[in-house]
């Protein structure tokens, strides 16, 4: 099969996964999803995706869909009934429902939606002709009237437009009226009533539509006199009762103005619960029961059966039509410099990798909205040295004179030689100060500098095809402190000269800075710059400080973890002073009618606010899961999972007050236990809870301070009530006898010896139990592979160690001896994999299983490296299984396709139903096969047996031959 070929089938596939079709702004990830990588249309010879797809019309039919461009698998005879098979799979009647997620493992989200759903961040738009022309293009058919048009009656239309409004309280595209009210009172609206609707203002309101590429009006019911109050007053007197809500309220202009706030769409069932708590009015239940109401203003997207589980997106989202391949076509801002470039020739815009996480060199910031890089790669840093190096080589053959820059003007591009002569670099000119001094801008560096005119050369035409390397950018969530002592200084010491990862937030427009987050990635533990840079602006002397063997009153416990970790909380300033903070913000969030404190864009770091127990707390975000955020209650040391529609920002007028005030949850471990690796047993971390949380008289006593890390650590001996300060009075010293550690020290002890690679000892008690996995390969129901869920995190963190470990001593290295049968680390797709060699090749290739992941791979003998023990010690995470209730048959590729569907890359829950041994006697755990059931239960209302839906195939398959 040609290459050719081979896309057009998995092309087909992905789209006979989709009954209602896939978007064209969507079908780049699904397949991607499939097949691990995108479609190359340029590597095919087009220009863009949509131009590809219309020439292969034997696989892809296309046609608009609610304003957006949809494809659909082109049925032929080869494919009619697996197209078939697949419709039915994807109705509601079936208990079958699939969605092709993203590879890449993640920890398991809270959201029971988001596992399989990968909602899009924009859709395509009608084009401008396309959108204002298709209502008068189309045919009309022909009908025959109940009632004859007559003499305009005015009266009559404008009584008619109010009762077809008030049908249609979310307004209506100005070019559907006519037609809706044909449909509604059987008679033809007046061309001149058209005209007059702008004038009629009391009986509705005429809207140009703004921020989106449709030349049509919006028609509404009549505005309110008065727009919704926004209260200004300061939060002292705001707690004087809700504010004045207007009777009238427009819908569709405020639900639109909710969806902008969330570029990943918007789950209906958060809408009516977001609407009042924005707005302080209850939403109108009948659009959620005709959700077709709001298709002018937004799309909807059913991603599940239930008609009633839909995501919403804003209309106006931008046209990524022409960025379907790859992010290649989004230009970078302007030059740092803020000089406007002299030249008839200009490079062009700098284009931003498509890594999600580019490394980039920090080489100055003016402040934390003006933070110039330099992006470091192949077609970035690499690139500029070799046009240095070009350069260099030029200039030395041609006359110096000839060369020389005579007359310099501000925002001229030049070239300038280093103080050594050997080495030269582009510039613009940002000054001329005297007739031979001149101050330059170095455009792929980002810093300015003072040289004499005679260092300046004229940039030959042949160095300008090369963008300009510095760029700005705008660290996220610091707007307000830009330019704060504390962040300069934490910038200057963290960031500057140093080589950092960089993440660009979403969403952003062509015409503003980049917003990002920057990470430092050399440490032991990674450094978010952003976070480092909020800390410093915290008053330490706010916290209560802790002496070593100082007893402290008045102690609230506020979470207890299952590795035995306490936090709490001690009177101080920043407690009291945090307390009168949420009370002013309770007060605030009630008197404003306003979307200004959603929060529309999430990163890892960001300080904002979330409900816990009916009252808003502080929260950090700690990682984002699409619409489903990790947060930690930073002042209860609580860690949570909650929507994006959840959060808020916090109030303005307060935020510096809240930014000073540090974390007031202390970390805390109880003295003199020996701590159990891993996590505690369920009945001593309930015993612990109910022994301290909320108790009212709880006092500790400080033991040690482990001040090492960012995040100090106090070792503690906790008292409750109104027992002595003896130590045998301890909480520590009653959990320490009591029978329950004990059995939790024994256990531990069990543990630690059978943490090896042989599970042998325990993997037979598996039968029966139920197990969460993840399954990242599938044949067909009688081979697939699963890793335990529980061990996913510590797989991710052991590929990081081997990374870095093997890539520091790949220089070094000497030839490995490779022997069959052995186990070793080898380079996979630039990461480190621990596998398993089947064999040895005569070309230097060996093929090998990794252990881990259950795939099987050709590498050279050159990428294979001694497995250390380090390494040896978590066990091997891959493990065969085949599917239990299906029998052993011959699976057809069909059958193994839907199979495929509704398993690969995905997270489930495993009931084993026996093991399977591949020899006598004691097998390692790769040469033994689980038997299992496997369940999604990703579905709210039910839980989906995949044997089951297997079955269902097999036999439909079986009676259609």
């Known amino acids: 099969m040609s290459y050719e070929e081979s896309i057009k089938k998995m092309l087909r596939s992905v789209l006979q996964s989709s009954k209602g079709g896939v978007s064209v702004t969507r079908l780049q990830s699904d397949y991607m999803s499939l097949c691990g990588e995108g479609i190359p249309v340029r590597k095919l010879g087009y220009t863009t995706l949509e131009e590809y797809l219309r020439s292969i019309p034997s696989v892809v039919r296309m046609e608009y869909r609610m304003g957006q461009l949809t494809c659909f698998a082109a049925v032929c005879k080869e494919t009619a009934h697996i197209a078939e098979l697949v419709a039915k799979q994807r109705t509601s009647k079936k208990p079958g429902h699939s969605q092709l997620v993203n590879c890449r493992m993640r920890p398991k989200p809270s959201n029971p939606y988001m596992r399989n759903v990968k909602p899009r961040s924009s859709l395509r738009q009608p084009s401008l ?134 570029s990943n769409g918007l789950w209906v069932h958060a809408l009516p619960k977001l609407f009042m708590d924005t707005y302080k009015t209850p939403f109108p239940e009948h659009i959620l029961d005709n959700l077709h109401l709001l298709l002018d203003i937004c799309n909807v997207e059913h991603p599940l059966p239930d008609k009633k589980k839909a995501i919403l997106y804003k209309s106006n989202m931008p046209d990524m039509g022409s960025n379907t391949v790859s992010q290649e076509s989004q230009p970078c801002r302007s030059l740092p410099s803020g000089v406007k470039v002299l030249s008839s020739v200009v490079p062009p815009l700098l284009v931003l990798p498509s890594d999600q996480y580019p490394s980039v060199l920090v080489t100055d910031a003016l402040n934390s909205n003006t933070v110039t890089v330099r992006y470091v790669g192949e077609n970035y840093s690499n690139a500029q040295e070799a046009m240095e190096d070009a350069m260099c080589s030029f200039y030395s053959q041609s006359s110096v004179d000839h060369q020389r820059l005579h007359s310099p003007a501000i925002g001229q591009l030049a070239a300038v030689r280093g103080e ?143 590795d035995g970790l306490i936090y709490c909380q001690l009177p101080s300033r920043g407690t009291a002073k945090l307390s009168k903070l949420l009370d002013k913000t309770e007060a605030f969030f009630i008197s404003q009618v306003t979307s200004d404190s959603l929060v529309s864009r999430p990163f890892g770091g960001k300080l904002c606010l979330a409900r816990y127990k009916g009252r808003w707390s502080r929260v950090e975000i700690t990682s984002l899961h699409g619409r489903v955020v990790d947060i930690l209650f930073i002042d209860l040391g609580i860690p949570a999972s909650v929507e994006v529609t959840e959060l808020r920002e916090m109030p303005p007028p307060l935020l510096n007050d809240f930014l000073v005030i540090p974390p007031q949850a202390i970390r805390c471990r109880l003295a003199d236990l020996s701590v159990p690796a891993g996590d505690w047993s369920p009945h001593a971390i309930l015993w612990l809870k109910e022994a301290v949380l909320g108790s009212e008289d709880c006092r500790m006593k400080v033991l040690k301070l482990d001040l090492e890390k960012a995040d100090k650590l106090v070792h503690m001996y906790l008292f409750t009530g109104a027992d002595s300060q003896e130590l045998d009075k301890s909480i520590n010293h009653q959990l320490s006898k009591s029978e329950l550690w ?113 795939k099987h791979e050709l590498v050279s003998s050159t990428q294979l490296r001694p497995l250390i023990e380090e390494f040896r010690q978590l066990p091997f995470q891959a493990i065969s299984a085949q599917l239990a209730g299906v029998g052993q048959r011959q699976w057809s590729e069909e059958v193994s396709m839907i199979f495929r569907e509704h398993v690969e890359n995905r997270g489930l829950v495993a009931q084993v139903e026996s093991v399977l041994d591949s020899s ?23 839980d989906i047996w995949i044997h089951n839906i297997m079955l269902d195939v097999a036999g439909e398959l079986s009676s259609d031959t």
Not at 192 to 220: F, P
Not at 744 to 759: H, R, V
């Open 742 to 854: 004990q059995k939790l020290a024994e256990q531990n002890n069990n543990t630690i010896s059978n943490n090896n690679l042989d599970t042998g000892k325990t993997i037979r008690d598996w039968p029966g139990q139920n197990m969460d996995v993840f399954v990242p390969v599938a044949c067909h129901p009688g081979h697939f592979v699963i890793q335990p869920w529980q061990d996913v995190h510590k797989l991710v963190v052991l590929m990081g160690e081997m990374i870095l470990y093997y890539n520091k001593m790949e220089s070094t290295t000497t030839a490995t001896q490779i022997q069959k049968g052995e186990i070793y680390a080898a380079k996979v797709d630039k990461n480190w994999h621990r596998v398993l060699v089947k064999g040895i090749l005569s070309n230097r290739l060996v093929s090998v299983y990794k252990l881990d992941h259950g």
């Open 420 to 562: 050594e002569g050997d080495e030269l670099a582009r510039v613009q000119i940002i000054d001329v100060m005297t007739s031979n001094k001149v101050k330059v801008y170095y455009v792929d560096y980002g810093f300015s500098a003072e040289t004499s005119l005679t260092s300046l050369l004229e940039l030959h035409q042949n160095f300008l095809s090369l963008p300009f390397q510095a760029t700005s950018v705008r660290l996220a969530g610091l707007e307000l402190h830009s330019s704060h002592p504390s962040v300069l200084s934490t910038l200057d010491s963290l960031a500057i000269g140093k080589i950092l990862l960089m993440e660009t937030l979403e969403p952003c427009n062509h015409n503003e800075t980049s917003v990002v987050v920057l990470y430092d990635t050399s440490q032991d533990d990674d450094v978010n710059i952003n976070s480092a840079c909020l800390k410093a602006l915290q008053d330490k002397t706010m916290d209560n400080p802790l002496t070593v063997n100082t007893t402290y009153q008045d102690v609230c416990v506020t979470n207890v973890c299952s």
């Open 129 to 262: 002709g396309s959108s204002s022309s298709w209502p008068m293009n189309r045919p009309r058919p022909h009908v025959s009237y109940g009632v004859q048009c007559g003499v305009y009656d005015q009266e009559q239309i404008q009584g008619r437009l109010t009762q077809l409004l008030t049908k249609y309280c979310s307004g209506l595209w100005l070019s559907k009226l006519p037609g809706v009210y044909k449909d509604m009172f059987n008679q033809h609206l007046d061309v001149q009533a058209l005209t007059d609707l702008a004038k009629w203002t009391s009986i509705c309101s005429v809207e140009k539509a703004s921020g989106t590429n449709r030349t049509d009006c919006l028609v509404y019911p009549p505005l309110p006199p008065k727009p919704f109050p926004v209260s200004t007053t300061s939060t002292s007197n705001t707690t004087a009762g809700s504010p004045t809500i207007p009777s009238t309220v427009t819908t569709p202009k405020i639900s639109s103005e909710l969806l902008s706030k969330y």
């Open 920 to 942: 006598e006697g004691k097998a390692d755990l790769w040469e033994r096969r689980l038997t299992v059931y496997l369940v999604d239960t990703n579905h709210e209302d039910r």
